[in-house]
Each structure stands twice: as C-alpha cells, then as structure tokens.
C-alpha cells in the first residue's frame, strides 16, 4: 500500500516510488508535518524539537508545558488563531464575529483510486493506480469540519492536496483565506523558483534565496495571469538540473491566487499555495460545503529535470484529457497574424488553399467573423455568424475546407463583452461592474458575470448554435483582460465572485466537451496569461504566448518547461520581421523552436517563397516523424537561454534508444568559440549514430562533453540531431 496509518504511533506515511511523505497526530490532536522528502521507513518524530521559546503561545491544554506551541511546530493545517504566527492556511470569520479556527484531528479512511473534486479540475487515476487518504478535522467550539485529501499516485511521484471545509455550526462563516497544501522544514537552506513576466514575456525564471522573509507571488486579476503562473519550486542551494533535492507545487486551478515560502525565527521555512485571500471573503451557511482547489506536489532527489518530468507525465496522462491526450494534435496555420480583422470567406478559402498545397492539416479562423465585429470595439458578446461578411453560411464555408483536406477551427472569446454589442444593450447587468461607477475598460471590453448561471447558459447556448452549424474540430478558447469591477448583481457577498466566476467558467467548458467530444480546445488568455494546470483539464494545449519570435519564445517555453509538457505549448511559425519584435530569424530557426510545442503556423502562405514553402512541407515531415518521441520522451533543459549564448533541449525516448536535440544560437561574436552541447539521458557505454551526418558517437563522451555546434555566419541558426542507438 503506498499509504500507511501507523496506530501505535498515530503515524500516517505516505509513500511513492522515490518519496515520502509523513505526517502525526499528537497528543493533543494537532497535525504535525514531520517530513518529506527521499523514499524512506521508520518514524520521523524525532525531527520534532521542544524547547521553552520566548513570545510563542501555548494551548491552553498544555498546561504548564511552555516547550508545546504551534509558533514552532511544523503543521499540515496552520490556521490562523492557534498561536501560530507565520502565514495560515485557513483564516475564519466566525458567525460570532470573532477570527480563528482551532482544528483537531478526528478519524481517517483510505480507498482505492483517487479523489474528484466536484464543480474543479483535478487529477485522475483509476483503482490501481492511486490510493486516497482523507482525514478528519474539527473545531469543537464552531462545529465547522474540515477534510484534508491526498492523493497518491506512487509510479509518478505525484501527491495531491485539497481540503473540504463544511459548516455544522448553527451560523453563517466567512472563508478568508484558503490554502491547498502546505509544507514545513524543521531545517536547510533553500531557494524559491518562482516564474514571473508580462504580456508576451511569460514565465521567466528567477531563482532567490529564502531568507528570514515572506516571499509572496499570486494574482489579483481573476486569472492565474502572465504575472505570476501559480507554481513554485522549492530547492536546495545547490540544486542543479541534475543534482540535489527540489519540491514543486502546482495549482490545479485557474482564476486569483497566492504562493508564499517564508523562514521564520528559528530558520525553519515554509511554502503555502492556494486561493488568494484578497477579494475573498467566501460565505458558508449551515451546512454548507467548499472545495479548496487540488495543488500537485512531487519531489526529486536528483535534480530539476527529474522534478519536472514527473509533473509532465503527471498533467500528460492524468491531467489531460479528450481524443487528443495521447493523439498527435494536427499542424493547423491560423489567420490572425494573416489578415487579422481583414478576412472575408473568400480570402479564408484560399488561405485554406494554399495551407492544403503545403501539408497543413487544419485551418483555424480567428476574431472577426461574428456580429458586427469590425475591430476589437464591437460586437464581443454577439455570437452569430456573420453571413454578409463570409459571403454565406458558416457550414458551407467549413465544407469548402472539409474538401480540400482540412479540418474547421474557430476562435471565441465567450466571457467578452464588448458596450456596443447587441448583448450588452439587452443586458448591461450581465457585466461585471459596480453600480454608480464607470466601469474599468481593457482591451476596450468588460467581462461577462460567470458567477451567474443564467449567463453561464445563454453564451454556451449561443456558441453550440454555431459549433452545430457545421464539422467543427477546433475551438480556441481566448480571455484578453483581467478581471476588475468584482460585483455580481447576483449575490450580497461579493468576497465569493472570483471563486464562482471560476466555477461557472469549469461549468461551461465542462458541458462544450460532454457535448462535443472529438472537439480539440485550445486555451488562451492573450497568450499566456491562463497557463496552469486547471486549464489543462479541459484544453490539452495552451497558446504559449502572444509573442511568437523564435529567439523569444526559447527562454518562454524554456520556463514554461519547468511545470508543464512541452506539447501542451502552442507553438507557431510566424512572418518576419515578427509582428511582436521585428526580429528577423531563418525560417529553419522558426520551425526548429514551434516543433517544440503544439505545431503550427500563423502566416500568410501566399507571401512565402518557393524555398520556404519547401521548408514548411519538410518541418511537417520532421514533425510527423518525431512526434511519438516528442509527446512520450523525456524533457532535458539542456541550457539556461537568460544566462548561455545557445538555448538547447532534448527529448530521450523511455527506453534511451533515441534522441532528439535541439539548439539555436541566441547571440553572434567575431570569432567565436565553439559551444558544446551535453547530451542527458542516454545508455552509458553505449553508440549512437546521428541521422543527418551518419557519424557515430561514444553515449558517455556525448554527456561528459558534449557535441560541438557549427561556427558559422549569420543570426539566430538553429540545429536539429536526432541520435538513434546503434546495435552492437
């Protein structure tokens, strides 16, 4: 069993193939966290040190025992109004008005498979694959109760975190802080990664040591956010790609949060995720439940490259879903960057044309092709065809791309709105906005009420009145602000908006793919400002970013590697010079870093050369041919593209027969050295033969040394060797 409750001990261990994790109910019914980390037996309690500290409260039930107090002792449920003074996990409002919770451990059950969360995304596993622990916690004086859950997946090397919190008290309570998962170190020393940016410059690494601070990222803006994406890392100083041991927690949700990892007084540190506790302020009447969103945890005691494997593997088949989680998703060119606003169902059929000429295998039309939508001032919120535009109905138009070979794609935006749409003047309280005030504006839009049912149906009736128009295959699911102005028109407690927007959101995607099954969703928020684990569950691939530069998108998906499969990157070959940076970069170089990711183009092909539509048929062929090892290998960063002149990855087969690697030179010198690439994952004292050159290579001096790059004129060239083992 990979989960084991110790009585003698109250011991609760929970083991995966190379970890575990362990925790102990005390004499007084506290929770303690005693440890985690390398696979290990035995009882850990001895971690646990007592000592009589100064200002450092006692329960009431210790007595004359000054060495007991939760100020000190590592916690898996930290709630606020014990004596604990470093970050909670749980803050209540109590219906006497009072704050604090006080939560003591009641029973335990453990079962078979894993955990659902209703209403959320979360992991999945069947029976054999997974074992559930819940355990049971109250307070005796508010009766409220709360349900730990964890689930253990042991061949992954995944734990899971949630918590389910019911009020069995005679009065209404106030949620104001939530926190999934919680993990506390008696000692080390540590550094917190963490992946910050903007709008097209996402997920940039930084890498700071925890000090005697709090460090703190999250959001504020009703999504996970390009600021800040809701996964941490937690490694030793002297963790490297492939040394030392490293944590991760990644929140399986996608609307406000907030991460912390602080060291305390006595240099023990401790790392919460979980919702963000501003603008929340979530009610519970008698008898009511809420689910706290699942964080993933794992560890590696070898490295971050391990680490990240096992959240790969973790999302790619536990997390993913839909015909396309273990399919080959289709090389698709999209029409924005194409014509933009400027299209007509004449100009979408040649470009269909030329993309069926050239071996692309689906055509996505994007923004302008419903109501009167001329720009981006107008018509979000109308979702009906527009006919006059296309030039007829929208199922003769997808036909026409169905016979030249192509699958139909299309773009939404379904929580739009823009004031001048038809569905704005019907119902202006629809929006979110606050009553007596201008709404804020962003991308000259509002965002429609999803905490609101009614809304919720009437947009999801709209958009499966035009799915059914015809055989459509792709949606590209888009959100292009933040989320302000949080006041529902539906509630008195505007402290719960943020979370049921979420929830109505999980609804509707929920329902479009009971409804439409075969249907491939592709996630976007400009971009990359909803990439997270909760989107994941519903849309297997996510646009990376809104910038597609090929010298850009290298430390992008470099960073986004660190918690998420490279194939749920959407990744496109686009014009130069680059819409985003001007930057003008060989169409090799662009191909060589879209292969890495979700394939695809965002081009105009009639503006090509003969040569590049040569290289389009041949980046396809490439792909076709190295996709299997692409979605089922392992993933090696084997650069740090902000600090090294050459960004380079690789993926290794399971088996380590084959490899695929990848460089581009990001900066050019007179004179330049040689750069060396260190090959991971092969077979030790093994050969292997590249393709393209036929050479044959010693496995071991591959990963000692490396594999020199071309000296060679020019920006930006790119490098592709694929490695297969020689049989000897």
Sequence with gaps: MSIVFTEKDKVFSLHTKKSTY?????????????????????????????????????????????????????????????????????????????YGCDFRYQGYRITKGKYGIPGLPAVYADRDEAETLEIYMEDKVTKVKVTLLYGVLPKLDIITRSARIQNNGAGKIYLEKAQAACLDFVGG??????????????????????????????????????????????????????????????????GSFK??????????????????????????????????????????????????????????????????????????????????????????????????????????????????????????????????????????????????????????????????????????????????????RSRNQLLLDFSRKEVVDHVFEQMCRVLDQGNIEYVKWDLNRSLSDCFSRNTADQGRVQYDYMIGLYDFLERLLQRYPDLLLEGCSGGGGRFDAGMLYYSPQIWCSDNSDAIERVSIQYGTSFGYPVLTMGAHVSAVPNH???????????????????????????KLSKEEKQAIREQIREYKQYGSLMQKGLYYRLTNPAKEEVGAWEFVSQDGDEALVSAVMLKVHGNMPVSYIRLKGLKPDSLYREQKSGKVYPSDALMEMGIPLPVEMGEYRAYQMYFIKVEE
């Design 22 to 98: 362990q925790m102990k109910v005390d004499q007084y019914g506290f929770l303690l966290h005693l440890y985690y980390g390398r696979k290990s037996r035995g009882c850990m309690d001895y971690l646990l040190h007592y000592a009589d500290r100064g200002f450092s409260g006692n329960p009431y039930e210790a007595g004359e025992d000054r060495t007991y107090s939760m100020d000190v002792l590592p916690q898996e449920l930290p709630c606020q109004g014990t004596g604990d003074f470093r970050s909670s996990a749980v803050a209540i409002k109590n219906s006497d008005g009072s």
């Design 580 to 606: 985003q940076t001007g930057r003008v970069t060989p169409f090799h170089t662009r191909g060589v870093v879209a292969m890495s990711g979700a394939f695809g183009y965002e081009l105009d092909p009639k």
């Design 259 to 440: 991460g912390e990892a602080e060291k305390d007084q006595y240099n023990q540190t401790r790392m919460l995720l979980g919702l963000s506790d501003e603008l929340f302020s979530y009610p519970l009447e008698t008898g009511g439940v809420f689910h706290v969103p699942e964080v993933v945890l794992t560890y590696s005691g070898t490295g971050l490259a391990a680490l990240s494997q096992n959240l790969h593997c973790c999302f790619q088949n536990h997390l993913c879903r839909g015909k396309y989680k273990d399919k080959a998703r289709p090389v698709l060119l999209n029409s924005w960057e194409a014509s933009y606003f400027d299209f007509n169902g004449e100009s979408i059929y040649q470009l269909g044309k030329q993309a069926a000429e050239l071996g692309i295998e689906m055509l996505v039309m994007d923004d302008g092709w419903f109501g009167n939508r001329k720009d981006d001032y107008r018509a979000l919120g109308d979702w009906y065809v527009n006919e006059e535009k296309l030039g007829e109905p929208l199922d003769g138009l997808v036909k026409k791309i169905n016979e030249l070979g192509l699958k139909f794609g299309i773009w939404f935006e379904p929580e739009g709105i823009n004031e001048d749409s038809d569905l704005f003047r019907a119902h202006p309280d629809w929006a979110l906005t606050i009553p007596g005030r201008d709404p804020m």
């Design 189 to 254: 020393e540590y550094d917190l990664l963490c992946f910050y940016g903007r709008h097209t410059s996402e997920r940039n690494v930084q890498r700071t040591p925890i000090g005697h601070n709090a460090q703190v990222i999250g959001s504020r803006r009703g999504t996970s956010s390009h600021q800040y994406n809701p996964m941490m890392i937690l490694a030793g100083r002297k963790t490297t790609e492939d040394a030392g041991s490293c944590y991760a927690m990644s929140f399986v949700y996608s």
